[in-house]
């Protein structure tokens, strides 16, 4: 079993920036792709960012590409969701989820293994 908690979000104006982090209760979480999922009121989830056990190499949605940035630390078991030039439309629930020896860009939730609660990020204009 691997607990997630995400903390960061918040209320922020367009063009802000926030950082979100998610905490892993686990042993390691060398062997898992992590990712950050968002889900706008009465909108369908959607991928925004992974980053794979293997290599860390990361994937991003066309939405977020070039503002976002993920990253792991993963002797503190952390993930982290870097994000700058925030637009209204990025307002949503984010969620860090994990998935057991995940595919490096893997963007189907219904993959992951693990996920938290979420964290609330609002961007006004």
């Known amino acids: 079993q691997v607990r997630l908690v995400e903390s960061g979000g918040g209320l922020v104006q367009a063009g802000g920036s926030l950082r979100l982090s998610c905490a892993a209760s686990a042993r390691n979480i060398d062997n898992y792709t992590m990712g950050w999922f968002r889900r706008a009121p009465g909108q369908r989830r959607e991928f925004v960012a992974a980053?794979?056990?293997?290599?860390?190499?990361?994937s991003y949605a066309d939405s977020v590409k070039g503002r976002f940035t993920i990253s792991r630390d993963n002797a503190k078991n952390m993930v982290y969701l870097q994000m700058n030039g925030l637009k209204p439309e990025d307002t949503a629930l984010y969620s860090c989820?994990?998935?057991?020896?995940?595919?490096?860009?893997?963007?189907?939730?219904?993959?992951?293994?693990?996920w938290g609660q979420g964290t609330q990020v609002t961007v006004s204009s």
């Open positions: 980053i794979s056990w293997r290599n860390d190499l990361t």
């Open positions: 989820a994990a998935n057991f020896y995940g595919a490096t860009n893997q963007r189907n939730g219904d993959q992951y293994d693990y």
